[in-house]
């Protein structure tokens, strides 16, 4: 079973900074098929990129993904206000199809 | 567009088994190529997959949870049912549906429905 470990935890940050939010996979991601998700509270999360580096459909583009392998990062180029949430990233191993989360990063206002 | 809505007890006892519902509007479960997928989130803790099902009642699981977990799809109610038996306070979460439409990301999500275990 592939386990997930996102870094830092926390991280504090201010509008309009940069947020570098990293996943490292415990082995290789079959076919980068990873994931990240924001969560507000209260609400269900909200699929932001797939396939590492996919933006879904109406994801504004100061986010974006990259890696590879075992290594992830989402960027958010300038942080909005809205911004501030949790992030999980999430793989996909396809055979037999099984999902994993990481344990999430709390971005928060500094 | 794909909605789903979940339903379930809100509290069930320990060691009983807890139902969930997602009703699907917006599409019919029996036409639509997709896999379902039940979630859930402790409370203040992070996402955990259950089992995913499609119209065909494939069914995938997650290992941990396989021996108590059957998930079900009624075609005619546009229903997906998620069946968690022998619970216990280590089950108390909000219960997402959610649906992975490209496989490897689940891309439409429920509101959750909170499940609480507790006598």
């Known amino acids: 079973e592939i386990v997930l470990t996102q870094f830092p935890g926390t991280l504090s940050l201010s509008p309009g900074e940069r947020a570098t939010l990293s996943c490292r996979a415990s082995?290789?991601?079959?076919?980068?098929?990873l994931a990240w998700y924001q969560q507000k509270p209260g609400q269900a999360p909200r699929l932001l990129i797939s396939?590492?580096?996919n933006r879904a459909p109406g994801i504004p583009d100061r986010f974006s993904g990259s890696g590879s392998g075992s290594d992830f990062t989402l960027t958010i180029s300038r942080l909005e206000p809205e911004d501030f949430a949790v992030y999980y990233c999430?793989?996909?191993?396809?055979?037999?199809?099984?999902?994993?989360f990481g344990q999430g990063t709390k971005l928060e206002i500094k | 567009q794909l909605q789903l809505q979940e339903s379930g007890p809100g509290l069930v006892k320990p060691s009983e088994t807890l139902s969930l519902t997602c009703t699907v509007s917006?599409?019919?479960?029996?036409?639509?190529?997709?896999?379902w997928g039940w979630i859930r989130q402790p409370p203040g803790r992070g996402l955990e997959w259950i089992a995913n099902?499609?119209?065909?009642?494939?069914?995938f699981h997650n290992p941990s949870l396989k021996s108590r977990v059957t998930i079900s799809v009624d075609t005619s109610k546009n229903q997906i049912s998620l069946r968690l038996k022998s619970v216990t306070a280590a089950d108390t979460a909000m219960y997402y549906c959610?649906?992975?439409?490209?496989?490897?990301?689940?891309?439409?999500w429920g509101q959750g429905t909170v499940v609480t275990v507790s006598s």
């Open positions: 959610a649906t992975p439409s490209g496989n490897d990301a689940f891309d439409i």
């Open positions: 917006g599409g019919s479960i029996s036409t639509t190529d997709y896999y």
């Open positions: 099902i499609n119209y065909g009642r494939i069914t």
């Open positions: 082995q290789s991601v079959d076919r980068n098929y």
């Open positions: 396939g590492a580096s």
């Open positions: 999430q793989q996909y191993g396809s055979s037999p199809p099984t999902y994993t």
